[in-house]
C-alpha cells in the first residue's frame, strides 16, 4: 500500500532541537539587526504588526504566513546564508510542532515574542535582538512542555 508516513513529535527530540536552535537563532538576529537594510528593518515592523493582527483574529494560517515571512527576511538580512541554512530547516520543524499541538489561546502570546524580535531586529540593537531570540526560545520550549504535559 502506498501513502504518506508522518513520523511522530517526540518531546525529548523536540526540545533538542530548540537546544540547538537557540544560537543558531541568536546569531541570525545579531547579524540581521546589524545588517538589514532601511527597507528590511521597515518590512519587518510590518510584519510585526501583521503577526499580533493575525493573531488578533485567531487567524491560525495567516499567523504561520508571518512566522514563515519573518524566517525569510532574517534570513537574507543576516547576509549569511550558512546560518540561514542551518535555521531553515530548524524553523520547519518548529512549525511541523505548532500545526501538530496549536491552540489559539497561545497565539496572542507567541506573536509577542515573534514581535518583539521583530521589532529588536528592526531597531538595529545585535544585543537587544539576541536577548529577544532568547525569550522567543525561552516561551516555544516552555510551550512544548506544556503541549507534551497535555498529549
Do not use: K
Not at 485567531?58 to 542551518?86: H, M
Amino acid at each position: 500500500q502506498r501513502g504518506v508516513l508522518v513520523s511522530p513529535i517526540d518531546a525529548g527530540q523536540f526540545r533538542l532541537q530548540l537546544e540547538t536552535r537557540r544560537p543558531i537563532d541568536r546569531l541570525l538576529a545579531e547579524c540581521a539587526a546589524r545588517r538589514a537594510t532601511r527597507s528590511e528593518r521597515d518590512e519587518l515592523r510590518d510584519l510585526a504588526t501583521a503577526m499580533l493582527a493575525a493573531a488578533g483574529r485567531g487567524d491560525i494560517e495567516a499567523f504561520l504566513a508571518a512566522d514563515r515571512a519573518f524566517d525569510q527576511l532574517v534570513a537574507i538580512a543576516s547576509r549569511n546564508p550558512f546560518t540561514a541554512r542551518a535555521a531553515a530547516q530548524l524553523h520547519a520543524h518548529s512549525r511541523r510542532f505548532w500545526h501538530a499541538y496549536r491552540d489559539r489561546d497561545d497565539l496572542p502570546e507567541s506573536a509577542e515574542r515573534h514581535a518583539e524580535l521583530m521589532r529588536a531586529i528592526a531597531d538595529g540593537g545585535a544585543e537587544v535582538a539576541a536577548s529577544a531570540s532568547d525569550r522567543l526560545i525561552d516561551y516555544l520550549d516552555a510551550f512544548a512542555q506544556a503541549a507534551f504535559g497535555r498529549s
